[in-house]
């Protein structure tokens, strides 16, 4: 238990409390007693671990950072226990961030095209997280009502899809419209994505679909990436209301030439533990480990308690909204994000948000499946390309820039955008939905108009509305 006197812990535990966090050499006499500890005991040993490795990564201390990967990749594992998997991707994004110091080693061993993760892997993965978990659902179908509300009179519509990469959401959205009062309006898609293929596919599906249910439909295919844009290609027929729809996209509009920018050195405490503490730990999950941390003075705080960087430029995101202003000024956009701070200039202070984020998502699917089930270890692989790209890249390569809804806020409105608040109706909808889904831990809420989606009261995602105020 969490009092449990010292000469009640394990044999392990006790050594542990004397020993320095430095990493042991291979014949050190620690490791046995190391190996023995309990999954609590390790995943502490591990977070303590990473934090001293990614300090030392941004202090440019390339050789000792090195000896502490190496006592990780002991320890971590991509089939063991959250703490282990997290940690092994968590290992992995240090490790790329060293090799980028080394650019001619870092493009022989990783070349852009290796690096990418591939298309069909990555679509099974985010099928895989579709069927899983309830996020996404909730998100389809919070953004389905929103522009169901925002398009009640009309009878043309017309909805952007800024990144198609599953029909789901949009038949859903066609058998909601076929029982509309008043029948259904004439309905227009243009989906948004660099690989054709998935467009056909989502084409083929919609048009299926809008046929069975009498509904006339048209889908606009657009073969290109979000920063690449052509916004004066999406031309509005007339007659038609514009609806803007985005999931997990937008922040990619954040990405700008910001290398040169420091990374700012996270003060870390003494370390050495008091295992005996640490022991009386019993089937705590990682977040639980992470915020012990916090409580014990030794992790940087996570998003909740740290104080706000200040909102960094982002031109591509501006050059977007004025455009959308000036020739798409659309009735409602729907907005899905990552609700977390991935964007700090300061390599430390994402490592830790990222940390705390994704050992979220990674206790979630530890509730939901067992250990070695091939769809578990898919999705998280896709969440281990978004780790190493928050903590591995700058610049115009790093594209994961995770912000959260009170700064989507302020850009928003920057832009000229202005909150429609979501109905209450809309989260006893999203709630019976959740319950429909039929998992624990999982909870939605409504914060200042916009809907939030919890896993074990940590908000992870949110789902925003918003109109032209111009």
Not at 83 to 97: G, K, N, P
Not at 167 to 183: D, E, H, V
Not at 400 to 428: C, D, I, P, T
Request: glycine content about 4%; some cysteine; proline content about 6%.
């Amino acid at each position: 238990m969490a009092g449990m006197a010292q000469d009640e812990a394990s044999p392990s535990a006790q050594y542990f409390s004397s020993m320095s966090l430095s990493p042991p050499t291979t014949g050190s006499p620690y490791l046995p007693l190391l190996r023995e500890l309990k999954s609590e005991d390790r995943g502490m040993y591990l977070i303590r671990l990473l934090g001293n490795c990614a300090d030392l990564v941004a202090a440019g201390k390339l050789a000792q950072a090195d000896a502490f990967l190496e006592h990780i990749s002991i320890y971590a594992s991509p089939d063991g226990d959250s703490m282990q998997r997290i940690a092994s991707h968590l290992a992995e994004a240090l490790s790329r961030r060293i090799l980028r110091s080394l650019p001619g080693v870092y493009r022989t061993l990783l070349p852009a095209r290796a690096a990418a993760f591939p298309l069909a892997e990555a679509v099974t993965a985010r099928r895989h997280f579709f069927d899983l978990c309830p996020f996404l659902h909730i998100a389809f179908a919070v953004s389905n009502w929103a522009i169901m509300d925002a398009m009640e009179e009309e009878k043309m519509i017309h909805i952007i899809d800024l990144h198609v990469f599953d029909p789901t959401q949009w038949i859903s959205l066609l058998q909601a419209l076929s029982n509309r009062r008043g029948g259904p309006p004439h309905l227009r898609i243009t989906g948004v994505n660099e690989h054709k293929e998935l467009l056909s596919y989502t084409a083929t599906c919609l048009n299926k679909e809008a046929e069975r249910l009498d509904i006339p439909f048209q889908f606009n295919p657009v073969v290109s990436r979000l920063d690449n844009l052509d916004i004066e290609s999406l031309r509005l027929k007339t007659g038609e209301a514009l609806a803007i729809n985005s999931v997990l996209q937008l922040h990619s509009l954040l990405t700008t030439n910001d290398e040169g920018r420091s990374c700012r050195i996270m003060p870390m405490p003494a370390i050495n533990s008091n295992m005996a503490q640490l022991h009386g730990v019993s089937q705590a999950t990682l977040r639980e480990l992470l915020e012990k941390e916090v409580i014990n003075g030794y992790t940087p705080s996570p998003d909740s308690l740290s104080p706000p960087f200040a909102l960094a430029p982002a031109p591509r995101m501006e050059r977007f909204f004025a455009a959308l202003q000036a020739r798409l000024p659309p009735k409602v956009m729907v907005i899905t994000e990552q609700e977390s701070n991935h964007n700090s200039p300061m390599m430390n202070e994402r490592f830790t948000k990222a940390q705390y984020f994704y050992a979220t998502l990674f206790d979630c699917l530890e509730s939901t499946l067992p250990r070695h089930s091939v769809e578990r270890m898919r999705v998280e692989k896709l969440f281990g390309e978004e780790i190493k790209n928050i903590i591995a890249c700058e610049g115009l390569e790093r594209t994961e820039r995770h912000e959260k809804l009170e700064r989507w806020a302020q850009r928003l409105e920057l832009a000229g955008f202005s909150r429609v608040s979501l109905s209450f109706e809309v989260l006893l909808q999203a709630r019976m939905l959740l319950r429909n889904f039929g998992c624990e831990g999982y909870m939605v809420n409504i914060h200042n108009g916009c809907i939030m989606i919890y896993w074990q009261s940590q908000p992870l995602f949110s789902v925003s509305a918003w109109g032209c105020r111009r």
